[in-house]
């Protein structure tokens, strides 16, 4: 019988093959590199929570349209699976990455939306991202590229200004903000369809720097510059400062359904619904007897017998070596401690006095089910939910359900 991870999961009980190949058994041909076999982890990625944490973060911003962050590969379910779903939702104005090739990836997947690159990208750059309706971040004196660019296409170039007002990374310092912003105005070549700035989520310099976006703002407007729609808000803002909601809304981790600080989550100021899931099989079940160990430098001893499994997920995939310091991995409805060290590759669970799971089990290390949320994983090994999704490989199977 062919094994693939739909047979699998319905026969669900196959264990991986102890030697393989089997003494004098031919030598099977390699497998084609895209398969993945059924034990190997995977992510999950729920549509429905994806439009359900749409609709909240837009009741949550007071019906304005948000631009959704969707950059590092989608915060780990891949950039086009999240846009495809985000694209038709009338309340997602807009998508934003920071890699070029992200924005790329988002047009060849036939996504319609105003794509924001908030990255970085030389004249060649600017000329690709232009040509495919991507619309660059500016923040430095470029105009006469611009005109270039807009006298070669016949038509002006549609950018948004960034204004850094605290932040200290990408984005013209505000002092120095508003001859460039009248610089970009006053030219046919550009249409400015938005202006923005980005909160060092301190909450006490965040109103300093509000202070500053809108005093600066509303003198480049007295004056007649049109700067499109102003945003600041992420996640984080959407709990802290009702008062930068602005013209639209821009965050990431909230869309994805996880509270990007443990107190939010108990704010109820919105309902988010996890969006990812890390599962994979139990692929080993052994009992280690009393003074065995388990993992590099005899992480763990085992004070008395004890069953352990083993899960073929570690750091490679995305599932921190922090994991190791409390994280609790389901299997069969139950929580078990991670124990030992995560490695590259693997993952040891302690079961307990009995072999309560078997190999072939599903795991789940994250997903939207209350105690394995990826909060609920923070908060028992102190992993950030930021490196949780958006380090989840890239090359692990996604699976939109
Ligand atoms: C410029 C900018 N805006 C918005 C966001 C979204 O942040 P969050 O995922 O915390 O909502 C990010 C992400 O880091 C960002 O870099």
Same mark, same amino acid.
């Given at each position: 019988m062919s094994l693939s991870? /739909?047979?699998f999961i319905k026969t669900g009980t196959l264990a991986p093959l102890a030697a393989w190949p089997p003494a &004098?058994? $031919?030598q099977p041909q390699p497998a084609p590199a $895209? !398969? %993945? %076999?059924a034990f190997d982890p995977w992510v999950e990625v729920h549509a429905g929570n994806l439009r359900h944490n749409v609709a909240e973060v837009q009741r949550r911003a007071g019906g304005r349209p948000i631009l959704a962050v969707i950059k590092n590969n989608g915060y780990g379910a891949g950039v086009a699976n999240v846009a495809r779903v985000l694209d038709p939702l009338p309340a997602i104005a807009g998508l934003a990455v920071v890699k070029?090739?992200?924005?790329?990836?988002?047009? =060849? @997947?036939g996504i319609r939306k105003p794509i924001l690159l908030l990255g970085p990208f030389d004249e060649r750059d600017l000329e690709e991202a232009v040509s495919r309706d991507i619309t660059p971040m500016v923040y430095t004196p470029i105009g006469p590229s611009l005109d270039r660019l807009a006298a070669k296409r016949g038509r002006p170039v549609h950018i948004q200004i960034c204004i850094d007002t605290g932040i200290g990374r990408v984005g013209v310092p505000w002092r120095d903000a508003a001859p460039l912003v009248r610089d970009l105005a006053g030219r046919a070549s550009v249409a400015i369809d938005g202006t923005f700035m980005t909160f060092t989520? =301190?909450?006490a310099y965040d109103r300093e720097q509000l202070a500053r976006f809108q005093s600066l703002c509303a003198s480049l407007e007295r004056e007649g510059a049109r700067l499109g729609a102003k945003h600041a808000a992420s996640s984080y803002t959407l709990y802290q400062h009702p008062d930068a909601f602005l013209d639209m809304v821009r965050p990431g981790m909230a869309i994805f359904g996880v509270h990007p600080e443990p107190q939010f /989550?108990? %704010? &109820? !100021?919105? =309902? *988010?619904?996890? @969006? *990812? !899931? *890390?599962r994979a099989r139990v692929i080993y079940v052994k009992q280690l007897k009393k003074g065995d160990s388990a993992g590099y430098n005899r992480a763990y001893l !085992?004070? /008395?017998d004890v069953w352990v499994a083993t899960l073929p997920t570690g750091h490679t995939d995305g599932w921190p070596r922090v994991a190791a310091k409390g994280a609790r991995v389901r299997i069969g409805g139950r929580l078990y401690p991670v124990v030992a060290s995560v490695s590259a590759s693997h993952t040891i669970v302690e079961? &307990? =006095?009995?072999? @309560?799971?078997?190999i072939g089990d599903p795991v789940t290390f994250f997903d939207w089910e209350d105690g394995s949320r990826p909060e609920d994983v923070s908060a028992a090994c102190g992993a950030s939910v930021y490196d949780l999704t958006m380090h989840l490989n890239p090359l692990m199977p996604r699976r939109v359900i």
């Open positions: 991870r /739909r047979t &004098g058994a $031919a $895209a !398969a %993945s %076999s070029l090739q992200e924005a790329v990836t988002l047009r =060849d @997947a989520e =301190d909450p /989550r108990q %704010s &109820g !100021a919105m =309902d *988010l619904r996890p @969006a *990812l !899931a *890390l !085992a004070e /008395r079961v &307990g =006095d009995e072999p @309560a799971v078997k």
